[in-house]
């Protein structure tokens, strides 16, 4: 399929009718498209609405995210995963607020801030800038796959290469805000992993996959990864209405956030033993299990977590003083206090239940 004048005409009038009204594209303003975009990987376009409309009422520009203490930065990240996105998202902010507080129009400078990769450089550079860079995203490789008839498998290096170049070649000069933007729009709305709706689709006269009728053959997927489960354990320490939370290292998983102390079970153990042995070596606590809150299951990646939660006390006679053997701080709060803390998934669905069943 060569791509010429029609295609884009096509795709970019359908654009134009369909494209969701999205809070960054009122004024394109460079912030607010890099915010979206940072908070886009990874994420479901609906929850990021939610979270970009409440982080811009929160920290509506460069100044005041560079301003703002990183427990609240990743307070309002909360809930949207890889926390590492706005641990850079803030350092990047800090970086800008001493060059002018402005998000420079040049692709080098860009990659050079942190967490802003090729593909976000690229997406700020085409949809914040108007200027002429490619991007590819999922949407846009699943779409391509289906409209070239590509055989290599998605998330592959020669994959990766082949699309990067297509989407480099059919660039139309001076439209790449539109352009690329209608790629992903097309892939999110129209090109849809499972079943896309080839009826309604503005380019299905070019669609080699469609044409050949192996549309539900394309694209190749990769190899599966295996899927790991994985059981943990944490517990909740009370000294009179106050409860023991530490924060978690910034070089390590889920860095700089807040949990209870716990970890994952070894072989042989049951999940109280786990707790008891986690609390020993990361506050040098001895504990004993008072009773168990609930199990909670959650997901990232191939990752399959069950977290098991107890209420604990200190046994009689034992230290009281938690130490930091495995935290950076840490604190006694009450428990509706809590709210203010950032938490991994787990252990904010063990909040949530305890704050639904007023278990405590
Ligand atoms: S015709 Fe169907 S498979 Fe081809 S690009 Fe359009 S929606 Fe995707």
Redesign the pocket.
């Known amino acids: 399929m060569s791509v010429d004048h029609c295609f884009i005409t096509q795709l970019l009038d359908w654009f134009a009718i369909h494209s969701r009204d999205l809070p960054w594209r009122h004024t394109y303003a460079p912030y607010h498209v890099w915010i979206a975009e940072i908070m886009l990987q990874q994420t479901q376009m609906d929850r990021v609405v939610f979270y970009f409309t409440r982080w811009l009422e929160r920290f509506p520009d460069i100044a005041s995210l560079a301003a703002a203490d990183e427990d609240e930065v990743l307070k309002y990240w909360e809930g949207l995963g890889y926390y590492s996105r706005a641990r850079n998202l803030h350092r990047a902010a800090r970086i800008l607020a001493e060059q002018g507080h402005i998000l420079p129009a040049r692709y080098e400078t860009l990659v050079k801030l942190p967490g802003i990769g090729p593909y976000t450089a690229g997406a700020i550079m085409s949809i914040a800038f108007n200027q002429d860079f490619p991007v590819v995203d999922a949407n846009i490789e699943r ?1 391509f796959a ?2 070239f008839d590509i055989i290599t498998p998605l998330k592959s290096r020669e994959n990766k290469i082949l699309v990067w170049q297509k989407a480099a070649a059919m660039l139309p000069s001076g439209q790449s805000r539109n352009f690329n933007q209608a790629l992903m729009e097309l892939g999110a709305l ?2 849809l992993p499972k079943n ?3 009826s309604q ?1 503005p ?2 006269l070019y ?1 080699q ?2 044409r050949l009728q192996i ?1 539900h053959e394309r694209p190749v997927l990769p190899p599966k990864k295996k899927t790991i489960f994985i059981q943990m354990a944490t517990g909740i320490l009370r000294r009179g209405d106050n409860i023991l939370i530490q924060k978690r290292h910034a070089d390590d998983v889920w860095a700089n956030l807040w949990e209870f102390p716990g970890g994952r079970l070894k072989e042989g153990e049951t999940p109280q033993q786990a707790v008891v042995r986690e609390f020993l070596e990361e506050t040098g606590l001895q504990v004993g299990v008072t009773g168990e809150i609930t199990s909670v299951k959650h997901s990232y990646m191939h990752y399959r977590v069950i977290l098991h939660g107890f209420f604990c006390d200190v046994v009689a006679g034992g230290k009281k003083e938690p130490a930091l053997h495995a935290a950076q701080e840490n604190r006694w709060v009450r428990f509706t206090e809590l709210h203010r803390f950032a938490f991994p998934a787990g252990h904010r669905k063990l909040i949530e239940y305890l704050r639904n069943s007023s278990g405590i």
Do not use: I, T, Y
Request: contains cysteine; hydrophobic residues 55%; aromatic residues 0%.
């Open positions: 779409l289906r409209l129209v090109c896309p709706l080839c689709c380019v299905s669609c996959a469609l549309v």
